[in-house]
């Protein structure tokens, strides 16, 4: 499943964000690509180890944990470090597929869902879709600022070439308290469903309570 989202950073966030990416220092983003996707990674990531670094990690991080769509769609149980990237002209990320697990130790974490959010517009740039392969089809993807791209990291996936301007994005793993993404898929549905319920029924109704019980039910016989 390919869940864009939108407004996960709102206008005062993004100008904040801003401010701290003009202040960062970057590296070569091939310092964190796994064997074979070094091979195929050309673009820059912030340091995020100092004061401005962390404080711009923890902002995003703090965001992309409390949407509640994301929430409802991966039910994270762990994410990973996150990474903010930087690509200019010429640069790109080749076909590959995410390593299954992120870190070590007790910071491991399996990679059920990837993200990307969008942190420059996408007419900031030429280029640098988000080309995701899966089942015989492949998703072309460049989202407005703000917004952000879940999708499976068992997926092969690449961003292709920006030839003009820079394409500057935040990216991350997130291994859910479901496992199976059909699980998962179940359990948003039925989340969505229990929103759009809870416009014309009282939480104590019948419908809600059994919609409530059957979701908690679903989370026992799914969780890991």
């Given at each position: 499943?390919?869940?864009?989202?939108?407004?996960?950073l709102d206008e005062e966030q993004l100008s904040e964000v801003e401010r701290l990416l003009g202040t960062v220092a970057w590296r070569?983003?091939?310092?964190?690509?796994?064997?074979?996707?070094?091979?195929?990674?050309?673009?820059?990531?912030?340091?995020?180890?100092?004061?401005?670094?962390?404080?711009?990690?923890?902002?995003?991080?703090?965001?992309?944990?409390?949407?509640?769509?994301?929430?409802?769609?991966?039910?994270?149980?762990?994410?990973?470090?996150?990474?903010?990237?930087?690509?200019?002209?010429?640069?790109?990320?080749?076909?590959?597929v995410d390593n299954a697990f992120m870190g070590s130790g007790n910071n491991r974490v399996r990679t059920d869902l990837s993200f990307?959010?969008?942190?420059?517009?996408?007419?900031?740039?030429?280029?640098?879709?988000?080309?995701?392969?899966?089942?015989?089809?492949?998703?072309?993807?460049?989202?407005?600022?703000?917004?952000?791209?879940?999708?499976?990291?068992?997926?092969?996936?690449?961003?292709?070439?920006?030839?003009?301007?820079?394409?500057?994005?935040?990216?991350?793993?997130?291994?859910?308290?479901?496992?199976?993404?059909?699980?998962?898929?179940?359990?948003?549905?039925?989340?969505?469903?229990?929103?759009?319920?809870?416009?014309?029924?009282?939480?104590?109704?019948?419908?809600?309570?059994?919609?409530?019980?059957?979701?908690?039910?679903?989370?026992?016989?799914?969780?890991?």
């Amino acid at each position: 499943m390919y869940l864009p989202i939108g407004g996960v950073l709102d206008e005062e966030q993004l100008s904040e964000v801003e401010r701290l990416l003009g202040t960062v220092a970057w590296r070569d983003g091939k310092e964190t690509a796994g064997r074979v996707a070094k091979q195929v990674k050309i673009n820059t990531q912030a340091d995020l180890t100092n004061r401005t670094g962390v404080k711009l990690r923890d902002m995003l991080r703090e965001a992309i944990l409390k949407h509640p769509v994301l929430r409802a769609a991966a039910w994270p149980k762990l994410m990973s470090k996150i990474l903010v990237s930087k690509t200019g002209p010429g640069g790109g990320y080749g076909m590959h597929v995410d390593n299954a697990f992120m870190g070590s130790g007790n910071n491991r974490v399996r990679t059920d869902l990837s993200f990307t959010l969008f942190l420059s517009d996408e007419t900031d740039y030429d280029g640098g879709e988000l080309l995701i392969e899966q089942a015989g089809t492949s998703q072309s993807l460049k989202l407005p600022k703000g917004a952000l791209i879940l999708y499976p990291s068992t997926s092969l996936h690449e961003v292709q070439p920006v030839t003009s301007g820079e394409r500057i994005v935040c990216v991350g793993w997130i291994e859910s308290l479901f496992a199976r993404p059909d699980d998962r898929e179940m359990l948003f549905d039925l989340e969505n469903l229990r929103a759009s319920l809870s416009a014309r029924h009282n939480a104590q109704s019948v419908e809600m309570l059994t919609l409530a019980k059957t979701i908690a039910n679903l989370q026992r016989r799914f969780s890991t």
